[in-house]
């Protein structure tokens, strides 16, 4: 059996994304589809992600962060696509830095 080659994603997300549980969102999606990493706002008003899983996977929630939750609204999501480090063993939600 092949093993599932891993990618990983890091994304910038701009617009109105900081209090309207946008990190929640992004944490639902990735548990949803299995894949590990982070989500954090950042003290510019935009929200981070790194993100590790197989490139299909990933590209599923990239589809989604442009939506966001309802009270969302997204400007622009920058995307950097790097090789995966395997350092994930979950995803879960990081402080703000």
Do not use: C
């Not at 993100?51 to 009270?71: C, I, N, V």
């Amino acid at each position: 059996m092949d093993e599932v080659q891993l990618s990983r994603l890091h994304a910038i997300v701009e617009g109105r994304v900081q209090g309207v549980s946008f990190r929640y969102f992004v944490s639902e999606k990735a548990a949803f589809l299995g894949i590990k990493g982070w989500v954090r706002n950042r003290i510019d008003g935009s929200v981070e992600v790194m993100a590790e899983a197989a490139r299909g996977q990933l590209e599923l929630l990239l589809q989604e962060l442009p939506k966001g939750p309802p009270s969302a609204y997204v400007t622009d999501v920058q995307v950097e696509w790097l090789e995966a480090a395997g350092e994930f063993t979950t995803f879960w939600v990081r402080s703000t830095v």
